[in-house]
């Protein structure tokens, strides 16, 4: 499990940092599975 924990005085461009990040970590998730399943298929 991952915990974030952001402090800021201000709150302008905390959300769109966050979301890049979570977008970011997702791609790599999904790149991730696609070389999972090719080699899956190769089996």
């Keep these: ?3 974030l ?3 800021s005085d201000k709150e302008d461009g905390v959300i769109d940092i966050i979301r890049a990040a979570i977008s970011a970590e997702i791609k790599r998730l999904e790149i991730d599975l696609n070389k999972t399943t090719k080699q899956i ?3």
């Design 1 to 3: 499990m991952i915990k």
């Design 5 to 7: 924990q952001i402090q």
């Design 41 to 43: 298929e190769k089996i």
